[in-house]
């Protein structure tokens, strides 16, 4: 975990609000979960490795003893060794989890809130989550998750949508070239039925299938042994997962979709799946998308478990970095929380990922944000606080950021040294005194002032550039023209 | 904890981003730190009641077993009672702690990264603070705190920045009147050893004295009794402390300051307060505040231990509720994560009292936030997505939003109904087809279309009107000005 200082808060934010922009646009309503979900609600989402992988938050107070003593009292692992003790420990101490993601809170609102909310409900959610994980380079224990998700429509043009979106916001950003890849879960199950598995090995069948980037043809089939999965038609799945091709090719597109209708069994789910997957093409071209930029690729898996439908990830078209954002249709998950199955589909950006590209790129900036004008009170006298506290008002009117100076009784010289090092841009010298800058003149106001009576020294700290006895008017023109 | 659901979150959104405006016109610059910060940093900060509400986060795996194993070998608790083991898992557990203010975030990251930092260093942070108090009505275990401090400096400038600044940001979000009340921390353990008390029962007078509002003079007598503290001086000391002014009353304040001279002992450290709170109202009554709203309230405690210096809450004029804002001087706090003592002053705003007193009075509203526009593809040929495909694309680029049907294949009657009751407030139909509002027509178009060329049909829903056959352009301009 990390503090993100202003400096590199920035650019973040700056993304942030470009990208709630967007999804607005698309009639997305924002939605805030609690840090904390009940410990049940967030284990057995995320496979075993997940599960290990969640903040667990300890009971508090009697409740805690409470449950320890239960244990104490039914199991005496108080005796017992230390292993016991720490499972033990583990189930009774802790109540509650710190999210491991933001679909599973999600799902968890659908089913409690349903009746309060529209249907379909199109919210996005931009927060952090936590993983007990290892910490690699630019990967965190806490990092930031936006996500868009649709729940309650079984329509591909929600799908569609939501990739839609995803470009229009990486186009937004001013992204380099990027690219769509799609698939379809229930395709993968397909092929997985088709070499020969059963139907609860299409999971492991996914998880292998994923790794042909990497460890290439030999690594997937070692892979596949040590999960007992059939290898003998490897070869032939090798050659259809390899046929990817951009949705926009209809003959090449005809193709791949006939190679796989003849290596599946074309039952009434799959016959679906590849309907789903034609109709989710169909709409994807029609709506504007810009040619060459959505691919079908038959290998492309995604790791977690709820996804049921079509799947999708976006690369760099240099793959450079992994990807950038993701996401899938999960039919399933949110009828977990309650009786009644309510279809959905979503996505998922990796915020820091897409701000490292972006600043790498130098499509935005860190900036240094700090104060635009320091004001240097000379008289010290009640009048001269007046007079600057005016001064400060009209400035931020203007929307210029400033300060009246902090280390009153210091040298000016030494205040400006100070503001320069603070990297403030301009300091305007108030009252009726000498300064650095010469003599500042006061003009007589009344309450109902007007800015121009108001005369200043100014002078600009990147090049000791500066104005005697102007107006606060003039000031303010020459800040803005400075920017 | 509760979901924000989009109803309840959008006024809030508004009013953080009116904040955040102000908060970035006075130079600060936003910060976030981790929601979990190391168990130690936590405690020790808050008082024994506050190290109770804190929510602790258990070590993973291994860590976990061998800091229980070390227990086991060093005290064997294995073979004791409930209560002990209780207290072992209690200690050797938990490794993290979420955090339960953002002061103590910032005092770490200012002593942990302070070279990095201008000095002084200004931020403001909102986020969510974690207690695991017992829930109030309005009072929940997880709430958003919006925090602005600069730390680096012991001018009272810095004090009068804030307390102007949240004067700012309450007149910005035009909040019904309200009154700032100012005291001194230093000042109230001054009374405290004039009273006869040792100085480290400071903290206890405080808390008695701030009960003075609630339970009045015979109840503080009890209070200050049950915790050892002198009573003989109370009655002189409630007249004192009865004497609140406004600072703008100069003779009133003059009396006052006068009173607190002949009661208190006058040494250095003495002297230095009230020179201080004169500097501090010298300022503020300078810096262009409304007259008659700081006040000098001499029984203004705030709760909190590690306040060092002046300290001011904000409350409605009409007291209907609790504090809205409060702050003060923390001059110690850094210290104790750094070697170096660095002054600090700071405050925090209750964001969801004032929301709720917004809405209340109307100030600010909920608001139905769902899409602008439904576009229902009347053709459902590839030649008509791709016609309202563009449609979207003029609509969102007119900062308009809007969604394709999800239900494709359901009845246009069905559809509308259904989109009234998601309270969208546009239906445009495209395509060329017939519909319930009459024949759609759709002129042919070239990629490098006009939006005047789109010819759509449009129904309100709100009352039913429509236009048939008009160009979007019109379309765009009805809708706008139907807002």
């Known amino acids: 975990m990390r503090d993100c200082l202003p400096e590199q808060l920035q650019p973040r934010l ?22 904390m979900e009940r410990l049940e609600i967030l284990t057995g989402k995320y496979g075993d490795e997940g599960d290990k992988l969640i903040y667990r938050v300890m009971k508090r107070g009697e409740e805690l003893k409470r449950s320890l003593g239960d244990i104490a009292d039914s199991c005496s692992p108080l005796g017992d060794d230390i292993n016991s003790l720490t499972k ?9 989890g710190l999210r491991y993601d933001l679909t599973v809170s999600l799902a968890r609102v659908v089913a409690q809130h349903g009746n309060k909310l529209p249907k379909p409900f199109k919210r996005y959610q931009i927060a952090p989550v936590w993983r007990a994980d290892r910490p690699q380079r630019g990967r965190y224990r806490e990092f930031i998750q936006c996500d868009v998700d649709i729940a309650g429509t079984d329509s591909m043009v929600a799908d569609a ?12 950003l001013k992204l380099p070239a990027f690219e769509v890849l799609v698939n379809h879960r229930g395709l993968l199950k397909a092929l997985s039925t088709a070499c020969g598995n059963l139907p609860e090995k299409s999971n492991d069948f996914c998880t292998a299938l994923d790794k042909m980037d990497k460890i ?7 892979e596949m042994s040590k999960r007992n999965l059939q290898t003998e038609k490897l070869s032939q799945l090798w050659e259809l997962t390899q046929q990817r091709c951009y949705i926009n090719q209809s003959e090449e597109l005809n193709a791949l979709f006939n190679s796989f ?21 169909r709409l994807l071209n029609g709506l ?4 060459d930029i959505v691919m079908f690729d038959p290998s492309l898996a995604r790791g977690l478990d709820y996804y049921t439908g079509p799947v999708f990830e976006i690369f760099c078209r240099d793959r450079s970095i992994g990807s950038l954002a993701g996401g899938g249709r999960y039919d399933e998950l949110i009828g977990m929380f309650s009786k009644q199955s309510i279809p959905a589909v979503g996505a998922s950006l990796g915020l820091d990922r897409i701000v490292d590209i972006l600043l790498e790129q130098g499509i935005i900036e860190t900036k240094k944000t700090t104060v635009d004008v320091m004001v240097i009170d000379i008289d010290k006298s009640n009048d001269s606080i007046e007079y600057c506290g005016m001064i400060l008002k009209e400035l931020k009117k203007a929307g210029i950021s400033c300060e009246l100076n902090y280390d009153r009784d210091r040298q000016v010289g030494k205040q400006i040294k100070a503001a320069d090092k603070r990297k403030i841009s301009f300091i305007i010298f108030a009252g009726e005194g000498e300064t650095a800058t010469g003599i500042v003149r006061k003009r007589h106001f009344s309450k109902k002032f007007e800015p121009i009576d108001l005369y200043v020294n100014i002078k600009r700290l990147i ?3 500066e104005r005697k006895n102007i107006t606060l008017s003039d000031c303010i023109r020459w800040i803005k023209e400075s920017r």
């Open 14 to 35: 700056e993304v942030i609000e470009k990208m709630c922009r967007v999804f607005q646009l698309y009639g997305f309503q924002p939605l805030e979960t609690p840090a």
């Open 88 to 96: 033990f420990v583990s189930k009774m101490a802790p109540d509650l």
């Open 161 to 172: 949508e939501i990739i839609t979106l995803f470009i229009d916001v990486f186009n937004d």
């Open 216 to 222: 290439g043809m030999d690594g997937v089939v070692d």
């Open 261 to 281: 209708s003849e290596f599946i069994d074309l039952d009434e789910s799959n016959e679906l799946f590849l309907k789903q997957m034609e109709e989710l093409f």
């Open 288 to 291: 504007s998308i810009p040619r």
């Open 463 to 465: 090049d000791g550039d």
